[in-house]
């Protein structure tokens, strides 16, 4: 248990994910934001080499900000941030006499799936 803080049961893991899911959704709002921005940000890059400003580039550094914001607070928790993209978290657990990890992707309902630290949500198994 060295590596984790904390050790969540399935129950504690869906009890603190409905308090999580606001931030996992402005997380994912956030990063939908910074991706609407990509058209603007080549002139707002060549603006900044030459030392102008840009709305582009204020809006979307407040946006990276946000990002970092809310994965320190779901981190705080315990959980791990795996994918802004997909909304996917980790809560570390102890599943048939080992560590593995609770894997919840943003939308789903509750978690119920798991897989190893070494794997990844392409081999998550049903709880």
Known sequence: MDQFERLFTPEEANQLLDSLR???DQLVEARNQVSE???DL???LQKAINNGGSL???RLMG???RIRSLVDRIQAQGVLVKDIDQGLLDFPARH???IVFLCWKHGEGE???WHDLESGFASRQPL
């Open 37 to 39: 921005l990509r058209p």
């Open 63 to 65: 946006l990276l900000q």
């Open 56 to 58: 582009a580039t204020g």
């Open 111 to 113: 978690i119920a799936f």
């Open 42 to 44: 080549a002139g707002a």
């Open 96 to 98: 048939q006499g080992r």
């Open 22 to 24: 606001p931030s996992v």
